[in-house]
């Protein structure tokens, strides 16, 4: 009698909030998990809670600083060395700070964690993904993006403007044109990619958002999504069978939604998907 191999996830921002929540999620049903990581010691904090609570020892990190694109280079070289086949990519790592500050690469610190580091790591990790016979690909967007107005395609070092959670919903909106346009170029090859507002989530990612914001935050906790909840939509588009047919699209929570129209316009997803290759030399073999 033989035994299919478990289903393989790589997930970014898994040491806290709905990262490592999806993370246990999956390593509870049998998939091989592994945590992309910047800290070893959170870590190896996160990898011994996940297999203390869903008794699987099918969980292991990654060492990846979404920062530096030499270490996202690394890291995927790591996966692939690692995971013979890979499933499912969930680039769910996100970062805000109220003040302008710069990468080792000299790019906006979020506009690289949040986008363009996660685009790098998809070009690398795609060949592989492609050999699954289910490969997916989650971008944990947010709801924010409405707010991000019209998308600065000639300032994405944010330069020229800047303002207290801007930067942060341009980031989102971002997610959701690679989605739009990594859709449109994989889908024949058989990649399913989504993106998903996963709801407001009491995690401790608010930390760096300015002042006010975090304030507002501390009032409204008792009402946030706790971490478990906000991972759910997370995990269904990456493991529902019910979900591929959905390829494409993006979710708010559970539902199926059509963004507003700075989110859909193709002609700047084709620039932004241009601009984010020139800038992190990702090359994609199946496009």
Known sequence: MTTSSPRTVLITGATSGIGQAAAASLAESGWRVLIAAR?????????????????????????????????????????????????????NAGLTNSERQLTVDGHEMMMQTNHFSHALLTSLLLPRLLESDDARVVNVSSRTYEQAGDFPIDDLRFERRWGAFWPYTVTKLANILFTNELHRRTHEHGLAAFSVHPGVVNTNFQ??????????????????????????????????AARRSDAGAYFDLHKRVVPQAHATDRAVAERLWEA????????????
């Open 207 to 240: 930390q760096n958002m300015p002042i006010g914001l975090r304030v507002a935050l501390k009032i409204a906790r008792p009402l946030l999504k706790t971490p478990k909840r906000g991972a759910e939509p997370v995990v269904e588009l990456a493991a529902s």
């Open 276 to 287: 984010t290759n020139e800038i992190t030399g990702a090359e994609w073999p199946s496009s």
């Open 39 to 91: 800290n070893p010691r959170r870590a190896q904090a996160t990898l011994s809670q996940i297999r203390r609570e869903t008794r699987s020892e099918l969980v292991e990190s990654v060492s990846m600083d979404l920062a530096s694109f030499d270490s996202v280079r690394e890291g995927a070289a790591a996966v692939l060395e690692q995971a013979p086949s890979l499933d499912v990519l969930i680039n």
